[in-house]
């Protein structure tokens, strides 16, 4: 079992930025590939950027290449979202999932564990 925290949402001004954490505990950190997704009021939920159990490979989602950065301390059992370059259409409330393996992915049906969310809102 992994229980997931995220925080460090808020309210920030276009071009601003923000970095959002997830703290795990639970079973082993180091053993999961992690992701953020997020979901608008009245959207579904969407990918927005996975990296894998050692912070090596990751990927994103289009919207958001080039602004936001994942990253992992396996150590301190936490995720990272770096969020620059802030847009309102990034507006959101944004989840961290963990999978049960090693290796990364966009879906969110791959991923076994979920925080509770934190929001983002980017006024236009």
């Known amino acids: 079992q992994v229980q997931l925290v995220e925080s460090g949402g808020g309210w920030v001004q276009a071009g601003g930025s923000l970095r959002l954490s997830c703290a795990a505990s639970g079973r082993s950190f180091g053993g999961n590939a992690m992701g953020w997704f997020r979901q608008a009021p009245g959207k579904e939920r969407e990918f927005v950027a996975t990296v894998n159990w050692s912070g090596y490979t990751t990927d994103y989602a289009d919207s958001v290449k080039g602004r936001f950065t994942i990253s992992r301390d396996n150590a301190a059992n936490t995720l990272y979202l770096q969020m620059n370059s802030l847009r309102p259409e990034d507006t959101a409330v944004y989840y961290c999932?963990?999978?049960?393996?090693?290796?990364?992915?966009?879906?969110?049906?791959?991923?076994?564990?979920w925080g509770q969310g934190t929001q983002v809102t980017v006024p236009s």
């Open positions: 999932a963990a999978r049960t393996t090693i290796s990364s992915s966009r879906y969110s049906g791959e991923y076994h564990y």
